[in-house]
């Protein structure tokens, strides 16, 4: 089996999960992938007790060409299913921009040529991808099927279009419950379509009806690395070595801020602030901070003095300042410590991320960030919008977290929080998101991919 690994997340997914053990006990199971050489499957095959092998050969890169097309064809898209996420980034272009943008969509729209545009693209798209010569290497291996755990990567495309012609059928595993919203057209034809829930079942056929993909199976999994959640563990002793490791106090309260992009809300260092303010009133309160990948961590040095605040990044004793992007392998225990914050924090404050979903998944108070900060901005520039976005808008309907949106209502919800015993029920909530409150989506993934390839 051909297993493709060209995004973090993705990896996280299917290796840092389990899913791969799983999959090793099956299969022959090849890697090819952009981020990972002979010393990290190695790492892998040693942490699993598995036998993975790489395939030796680059991973395709996307022609100027396709990249020109792509950008028109995920525009029409967004246009053409009036997707509110892209609406609201459009918001941040300029008045011009979107005015003409506007009257292009229009035209299309009167003419009633937006839907065929769309359809020619993609088999445009897909026959252009196919064409690939370093890939002729993989012919040798006779692989029964292909796994995509990026699908909405035009590298990944390329390679299932390629087994495609040589009739390998292929699975689409979807990152996550953002992605069909937010990431364009899947520029392959899969076999089979891994999701996380019935909401992304539902978009999916939606979105890709029109190209005829009726066919395509399509099984609902839920989450494979919230299967870390659900394992039972002895939480008295667990909760005990772990305030030990961080030097917490047995009686201390614990608030968890998990971090998000500095793309995504560049002002979230004001935020910190406010959370020092609060923990400085507080003594018996400790601050942990868990830097997202994709967050400046050098940002959060001048706070280290700080008695009770712990800054955890990913790679902290060898990257103490590098920024991570997608193409960057995490740590094998990634998703333990992931787990082990969140079990044992009392709060969880996070900006508009899946942290709300991994929060709930383990029972926690959320608090969602609705502010930046000391700053008034306008909704095109606030972190305000990013609740709005499509895949946002099922999970603010449940009110399972406390949304703030400035620094008292911060400080009212912490002690709200942290000072009454209030019951919580977020993963009973949250069970149409996460689909399975048992740790059973890397064997129902697994079971959906011996199905897909009979």
């Not at 609406?87 to 943008?101: C, D, E």
């Not at 899947?186 to 999916?204: G, K, P, R």
């Amino acid at each position: 089996m051909l297993l493709l690994i060209t995004n973090s997340f993705a990896a996280i997914n299917v290796i840092h999960s389990g899913l791969i053990k799983e999959m090793d006990k099956k299969y022959e199971v090849h890697i090819l992938s952009s981020l990972l050489g002979k010393a990290e499957i190695s790492l892998i095959n040693k942490h699993f007790h598995i036998q993975t092998r790489l395939v030796d050969i680059p991973v395709p890169a996307e022609s100027n060409l396709i990249t020109m097309l792509r950008r028109i064809q995920k525009a029409i898209f967004f246009h053409f299913f009036q997707i509110e996420t892209r609406k609201i980034k459009s918001l941040g272009a300029g008045r011009f921009s979107n005015f003409i943008s506007y009257q292009i969509f229009l035209i299309l729209s009167l003419l009633k040529l937006d839907k065929p545009l769309l359809i020619l693209l993609r088999k445009l798209i897909i026959n252009l991808s196919g064409h690939t010569t370093n890939l002729k290497k993989l012919r040798a291996f006779r692989f029964c099927g292909v796994l995509s755990s990026s699908p909405l990567a035009l590298c990944e495309n390329r390679i299932v279009n390629f087994c495609q012609k040589n009739k390998i059928p292929s699975i689409g595993m979807i990152i996550s419950w953002d992605n069909l919203t937010s990431k364009g057209i899947i520029n392959a034809n899969h076999s089979c379509m891994l999701v996380w829930n019935q909401f992304m079942a539902d978009e999916y056929r939606e979105f890709y009806s029109i190209f005829g993909l009726n066919k395509t199976k399509i099984h609902i999994t839920g989450i494979p690395r919230f299967d870390n959640y659900f394992r039972k563990i002895p939480v008295d002793s667990q909760q005990t070595d772990f305030k030990r490791k961080f030097n917490i106090k047995p009686s201390d309260k614990i608030i968890l801020f998990a971090t998000s992009s500095c793309k995504l809300f560049p002002n979230q260092i004001a935020v910190m602030q406010d959370l020092i303010a609060y923990i400085r009133q507080n003594k018996s309160t400790v601050l942990i901070v868990r830097c997202h990948p994709a967050d400046y961590f050098q940002l959060y040095e001048s706070f280290l003095h700080e008695k009770n605040v712990r800054i955890w990044h990913p790679d902290e004793h060898t990257a103490s300042t590098q920024l991570r992007s997608a193409e960057w392998m995490p740590d094998l225990h990634f998703l333990d410590s992931l787990s082990e914050m969140i079990r044992n924090c009392d709060v969880c404050v996070n900006v508009a991320s899946t942290m709300r979903l991994d929060a709930a998944a383990c029972n926690k108070h959320i608090i969602s960030i609705a502010y930046d900060g000391n700053n008034t901005l306008p909704y095109s520039e606030s972190v305000r919008m990013l609740y709005d976005y499509s895949h946002q808008l099922p999970l603010n309907r449940l009110k399972i977290d406390k949304m703030v949106t400035n620094k008292p209502e911060l400080f009212e919800a912490l002690d709200t929080f942290l000072t009454n015993f209030l019951e919580c029920d977020n993963l009973s909530k949250v069970k149409p998101f996460i689909f399975h409150k048992e740790p059973k989506s890397v064997s129902t993934a697994m079971s959906a991919i011996e199905r897909c390839l009979n």
